[in-house]
């Protein structure tokens, strides 16, 4: 599986989960897409069957209008610091893969009081 993470969201997860998880990810800043629309990066993302890891519930409504792929990993923690953010992929993360294995579109991810 291939991940492209979202700018709202620390572009250093990108390696992180590609040290820790052995998965395909990229920040869309090292992809030349931090300033992109949304509808740009869905329809690329779409293309390259990659799934969106955001914050953005944007990419939900584009999931709704034009179907997947691409799939979204849907982080709804909030403002968190980039230490918690890896503790919750840590704790999350595996979960969310088996899910888009079974042909999840959409997987959300939260803190311990609002996770899969």
């Given at each position: ?5 979202d700018a709202?969201?620390?572009?250093q997860?990108a390696?992180?989960l590609k040290e ?6 990229f ?9 992109a629309?949304d509808?740009e ?9 990659v799934?969106?890891?955001t914050k ?9 209008r ?16 980039n230490?918690?953010l890896?503790i919750?992929?840590a704790e999350?993360f595996v979960s969310?893969l088996e899910?888009?294995?079974q042909?999840e579109?959409?997987?959300e ?8």
């Open positions: 599986m291939k991940f492209w993470i709202q969201l620390p572009p997860l390696d992180w820790t998880f052995l998965v395909e990810a920040s869309l800043r090292d992809l030349g897409l931090r300033d629309e509808r990066i869905f329809e690329k993302a779409k293309s390259e069957e799934i969106i890891i953005d519930r944007d990419f939900l409504e584009l999931i709704n034009f179907n997947s792929p691409p799939q979204i990993l849907w982080v709804t923690c909030g403002n968190v610091t230490r918690s890896k919750i992929f999350t969310a899910l888009f294995k042909g579109k959409i997987v991810i939260g803190d311990k009081y609002n996770q899969i």
